[in-house]
């Protein structure tokens, strides 16, 4: 099993910034990859960014683009992602998300994932 917690969230202006973390613990011998994702009520669990753990390559959606880059410290098994220019639509509850194996060209794809944190808000004011 694999247990994730995330941190950072919070309110900030438009333009602001925050960065996120996720501590992950277990068997995180296994990951395979880790994702960041967000939800707004009502609305389905979309794709932020994602980060292959041995590699470090990462992918982003592109409504973030140049403004969000995520990362990883491997020694202390965290992730991060780091939020610059914040607009008030990138306010929802961001989770991050791991699994030790994804098909491929699917890392965007909430549903490969089996492993979740509890999420923590992000409110962008405008």
């Known amino acids: 099993q694999v247990q994730l917690v995330e941190s950072g969230g919070g309110l900030v202006q438009a333009g602001g910034s925050l960065r996120l973390s996720c501590a992950a613990s277990?068997?995180?011998?296994?990951?395979?990859?880790m994702g960041w994702f967000r939800q707004v009520p009502g609305k389905e669990r979309n794709f932020v960014a994602a980060i292959r753990w041995s590699s470090g390559s990462t992918q982003y959606d592109d409504s973030v683009k140049g403004r969000f880059t995520i990362s990883r410290d491997n020694a202390k098994n965290m992730v991060y992602l780091q939020m610059n220019s914040l607009k008030p639509e990138d306010t929802a509850v961001y989770y991050c998300a791991t699994d030790s194996w994804i098909r491929s060209g699917q890392i965007s794809n909430p549903r490969e994932y089996a492993y979740w944190g509890q999420g923590t808000q992000v409110t962008v004011s405008s």
């Open positions: 277990g068997r995180t011998f296994s990951r395979y990859a």
